[in-house]
């Protein structure tokens, strides 16, 4: 096997974020993020402290969405949201940037903003995952094309204290010509992109799109060391299935399930 179990496995976070899930399907999810030993769950805020609880005893982590999906909220309730979370356990915030200020071209704002949950979260011994949602991003802003606003962000983030930077929230639909709604998630381009604009201080998460075995080692490749994910036990499976048929994990085929769509 190229990676070993816990490799893959320590690259999840399993995401518990859908706004229908119910306690008793939060509890579920975290039952089986143990089970799978995955690096951690990304729950709702409320759910915290009772996530920590359900999880004592375990190697996963427990993290928490700031300012989500959005990133409309101002910065102090931001800030003490994220207060909040690490009191009552979180270890982890995925925070959202505020897109329309990043397209606006406030970039003084933007790292402020960043900046103020880095702060708060590291007082607590938390780390920051900065989420781009790059489906928003696709026609650049703020007199930049798409690749170099994404670098900006990127340069932003790292100076801010950002300990990840993330691609999407799984929930940045866009409006589509037919009047549908969907997104692309992690793209391998931007995966590629985030990578080369950060320094190595700085790790980068994949999120949305990211369904089966073949993309989550694609992430890998790429230089992703996390991937928000619900498709936790069908990829994990899949890996049990192929260790026992002997199946080596090669790289997959360029392209393998990323940016498709579907978190």
Known sequence: ?????????????HSLLHPTMTDAELETGCKLAAKYDVASVCIKPYAVKQAVEWLAGTDV???AVIGFPQGNSCTEAKRYETELACRDGAVEIDMVINVGKALSGDWEYVERDVKA???????????VKVIFENDYLTGGGAGLSSEDFKRRLCEICERAGADWVKTSSGYGFVKQPDGSYNYKGATEQDLALMRAACSESVQVKAA?????????IRVRELGATRCGATATAAMLDEYR??????????SPQSGSQLGTGGY
Do not use: N
């Open 241 to 250: 299935r192929r260790e026992a048929m002997g199946d080596a994990l090669d």
């Open 61 to 63: 982590k427990v993290g």
């Open 117 to 127: 949950v880095c702060d708060e979260a590291h007082s607590h011994g938390a780390k």
């Open 1 to 13: 096997m190229k990676y070993s179990y816990h490799e893959m496995a320590k690259m999840i976070d």
């Open 208 to 216: 949305g799109g990211v369904r089966d075995l073949d993309g989550l």
